[in-house]
């Protein structure tokens, strides 16, 4: 018998998920319709796992897992959710769940889940897995398709630099950097600076979203 809490903002998906997992001889010890409130009980309840959904009020889930391995351990994380985009699946995973799932996922497999994660298991779906190893093929190959310089000037015009302000930061002439810019748009199938900055981001080469402040 696992003992598991429950943490999801639909009331009625609650309501089925605890009928199932109690029929099924589980101990579903607790519910929690925000994350906030799936920390506080997952501190107070300690149970085995948590089946965590990611959009909740208050405190997405994301986060809420983050703060039950910190002040719980001991706890493992299994998240059930709508979203099956790899971000997502990374966030979880990097905030420390052991299982990620979508809800068209069947209870059979939902609880096989469940089980496997109470045993230390981690477990993503066939899908996702196989989502996540392409991708990171992919940035493999896109981080070996640009050079250094090249590189580094997109992520500087990713960052809001003009070219010319991209040039001066890296010691470079404007020149050099459309000349590289050239090169980009060549190696990355792009036909615009912003396609070649929206494909450097997929590929996982540049990143949009850095809180350095650069001097330019």
Known sequence: MIK???????ALLREGLRKSFESAGDNVVGEASSGEEAVAL???LQPQ???MDLSMPVMDGIEATRRIREEAPSVRIAVLTMHDDIEKTRDAIAAGAS???SKGTSFTEVRETVQRVAEG???LSPALAGAMLTSARAEVAG??????RQVEILQAIAD?????QAGRHLGI???TVHNHLNAIYRKLDAQSLTHAVLSAVRMGIIDLNRDESLEV
Request: charge should be negative; hydrophobic fraction near 45%.
């Open 4 to 10: 598991i809490l429950l943490a999801d903002d639909h």
């Open 42 to 44: 997952a501190r107070a």
């Open 49 to 51: 796992v948590v089946l």
């Open 99 to 101: 299982a990620y799932l």
């Open 121 to 123: 298991d981690t477990v």
């Open 143 to 148: 981080q070996d398709l640009l050079s250094d």
């Open 160 to 164: 809001g630099m003009s070219t010319k």
């Open 173 to 175: 002439t404007t020149k």
